[in-house]
């Protein structure tokens, strides 16, 4: 009997030091990971189409913005995301960076466009003209002068360096005289037209000197038509070293064949 109440109290005492152990166990908090978020489907990080692109010009400028009749400005622009982009003034299609040498007769204002598809572009830039040219002599009453012997009596040969076809000061001060001379032509003779001839020293090939002559000629027709000589009353021609105005052998002979002509159209 005695060793089975001691059986038993053995069995007591081990059980409670089994509820004591689990009682003391450290339990573990329990951590709730959110769910990992995902983008929505109509999010996309790719770049925009280049269609989209929107048309710039970043820059548009004139240089100097005030000049004398007979000077010169330059045009400077920048443009972005447009390939079609042009100049009025008859200055047409133009790159997307660049420079143009303008010679306005008067206050005049360039606008330079540039579009991309549906959308477009536009900066405008005005060049104020102050004239400095005294104007031409009053004419004398008298019997009607036709229109070709206005031009060869009032207009008169523009000159060339040696080998080149630039338009030299001395030559823009020509050609701007000459431009008023054609201006009064066409107001009262609007079908009349002229005809450019480029023309050069005897120095050089046959060929070279024709498209040396021509490279002239087309000079002296784009600064006419900045002037505002329209453009479709002007042809060109290339005469080359065949018709010498001097024959002999010296640098001031050559400079009067280096010359630019007007002459009536046949």
């Given at each position: ?23 003391c ?29 929107t ?85 004398p ?5 036709s229109?070709?012997?206005?031009l ?39 079908g ?27 000079a ?15 042809k ?12 002999d ?18």
């Amino acid at each position: 009997m005695r060793n089975l109440s001691r059986t038993l109290g053995t069995a007591v005492f081990a059980a409670a030091l089994m509820i004591s152990a689990a009682g003391c166990k450290k339990k573990v908090p329990i951590v709730n990971t959110p769910p990992p978020t995902t983008r929505p489907a109509t999010e996309s990080t790719e770049p925009p189409p280049s269609s989209s692109l929107t048309v710039r010009i970043n820059s548009f400028t004139g240089e100097p913005r005030s000049i004398e009749r007979g000077q010169s400005a330059t045009l400077r622009w920048s443009v972005g995301n447009s390939t079609d982009i042009s100049i009025d003034q008859n200055l047409g299609p133009v790159a997307a960076n660049g420079t143009r040498q303008v010679f306005p007769s008067q206050t005049t204002t360039y606008t330079l466009t540039a579009k991309s598809g549906a959308t477009q572009d536009t900066r405008s830039v005005t060049i104020e003209v102050s004239s400095s040219v005294p104007p031409p002599p009053a004419r004398p009453t008298g019997p009607t002068v036709s229109s070709a012997d206005m031009l060869g009596r009032d207009a008169q040969d523009v000159y060339f360096d040696y080998d080149k076809n630039d338009i030299r000061a001395d030559g823009r001060q020509t050609l701007t005289r000459d431009a008023d001379v054609i201006k009064r032509i066409l107001a009262a003779d609007p079908g009349f037209s002229i005809v450019i001839e480029g023309h050069c020293d005897e120095r050089g090939s046959e060929e070279y000197n024709l498209a040396l002559g021509d490279r002239r000629a087309i000079a002296v027709k784009e600064f006419l038509v900045q002037l505002g000589v329209p453009d479709d009353r002007l042809k060109t021609i290339s005469f080359g070293k065949e018709r010498p105005v001097c024959t002999d052998q010296d640098e001031s002979c050559y400079q009067k064949n280096r010359r630019g002509h007007l002459a009536p159209a046949q």
